[in-house]
């Protein structure tokens, strides 16, 4: 069999080197075709050292770079059309990945799509491109791995619910009073995964878990009225699908992202690893759940109803949540504007169609400027 070709939009992020060791073991299967990175010169340059894609791009950095590196967003279109491409695993972190994932699959690859903010704001024109291109979306993220897993190719007429498991983040057990004074090293010190900045502070608003029920309702064509949250403190039930007849059926693991990476790459097939850290039933001990606490973390809230709204509304949480993210990671504003500045945005925007994506681009960016304006910065 020849190798597939491989391109990582992200590679020098989390889940781009997690990726890149994964792919280390298994050279026979899959080849690196092609690497982007936003800044960092000096980790690409090492990647690209040890792999040598024939395609290299730095989308942002001001540092000298080798002729031959591609510079710019468009690069990421043209690394994810590549013919010698099949797979794209696109692990960009933000809406600056939705471009690359329609190009992807409109190109007919498949997508291992870590970059769930693809599938929050452009959610149904994803949908388009894969059915006009014939790409395919696998998931990267642990709960859309497992949920792939459980179903195991039966249908979402069978489904009665999913349940998204959520660590809980930092905050879990804080008052909502000390949440939204929260500083940025506390918001950082993540309890289970290890992840990129922005992700990490999703996690502990739990605007991550309103992404992903957006996320897996795109993924698996099932109703948001029958997906649901649960908090599950020791991240080893990735999540559960509940079918028809109440049977219920989870998948478990140690919280690494190396196995819904290696899955996402292989789908259906499954591959031998014993690079994958092994699971033991008796360290993992005691396996807890409890109800989300809403009144201390407002995002998941408005993050679903958002998602209930439907339209443009999903890009506005997405763009609104960037945006305070990132002022928050400044240390401009506190934890709680978090939730402030994405309550304010989706109040304003009510109401906008999101049918295309310039309507979309267009919500993302009313969506920055309330949050940067109403926040003061
Ligand atoms: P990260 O910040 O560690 O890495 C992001 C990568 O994207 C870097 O290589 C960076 O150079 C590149 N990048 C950033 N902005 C860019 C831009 N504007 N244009 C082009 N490239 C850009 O983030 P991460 O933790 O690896 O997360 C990546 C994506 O995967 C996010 O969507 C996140 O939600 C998702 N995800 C991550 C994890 C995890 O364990 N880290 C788990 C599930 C899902
Ligand atoms: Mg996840």
């Known amino acids: 069999m020849t190798a597939q070709g491989v391109a990582i939009l992200g590679s020098t992020g989390s889940i781009g080197t997690t990726a890149l060791r994964v792919l280390a073991r298994h050279r026979d299967r899959f080849a690196v075709r092609a690497l982007t990175a936003h800044g960092n010169a000096a980790l690409l340059r090492e990647q690209v050292d040890a792999w040598t894609p024939d395609f290299v791009a730095l ?36 809406a600056a990945g939705l471009d690359a994932t329609l190009a992807a699959l409109g190109a007919g690859k498949r997508v291992a799509l870590a970059n769930k903010e693809s599938l929050v704001v452009g959610g149904a024109l994803v949908a388009d491109a894969a059915r006009r291109g014939g790409g395919v979306v696998v998931p990267v993220d642990s709960e859309h791995s497992a949920i792939l897993q459980c179903l195991g190719g039966r249908d979402a007429t069978e489904v009665k619910k999913l349940v998204i498991t959520a660590s809980g983040g930092p905050f879990r057990e ?37 992404l992903e029920v957006i996320e897996a309702h795109f993924l698996f064509g099932i109703g948001y009225d029958r997906i649901e949250v649960v908090v599950h403190p020791q991240s080893i039930v990735h999540s559960m699908v509940e079918f028809r007849d109440g049977s219920v059926l989870a998948q478990l693991g140690v919280p690494s992202m190396e196995l819904p990476i290696l899955y996402a790459l292989s789908h259906p097939e499954r ?22 606490r809403h009144e201390a973390f407002p995002c998941l809230g408005l993050g679903l109803a958002a998602a209930r709204a439907g339209g443009a509304a ?29 309550a304010l945005a989706l109040e304003q925007h009510a109401g906008l169609a999101g049918g295309n994506l310039d309507a979309l681009w267009h919500a993302d960016a009313l969506a920055r400027r309330t949050v940067r304006e109403t926040l003061g910065c």
Do not use: Y
């Open 314 to 342: 999903p890009a506005v949480f997405n763009g609104a949540n960037e945006q305070a993210v990132a002022l928050f990671l400044e240390g401009k504003v506190p934890f709680g504007a978090i939730a402030e500045g994405i």
């Open 174 to 210: 804080w008052s909502a009073e000390r949440v939204r004074a929260a500083s940025v090293p506390d918001a950082l010190r993540h309890p289970t995964w290890s992840m990129g900045r922005k992700i990490t502070v999703d996690s502990a608003s739990l605007a991550n878990k309103a």
């Open 271 to 292: 591959l031998d690893d014993a690079g994958i850290p092994a699971f033991d039933a008796v360290a993992a001990g005691r396996l807890t759940f409890e109800a989300v």
């Open 59 to 94: 989308v942002d950095g001001n540092g000298a770079a080798p002729a031959t590196w591609r510079r710019g967003a468009a690069a990421l279109v043209e690394a994810a059309t590549r013919p010698d491409v099949d797979i794209v695993l696109n692990a960009v972190v933000g």
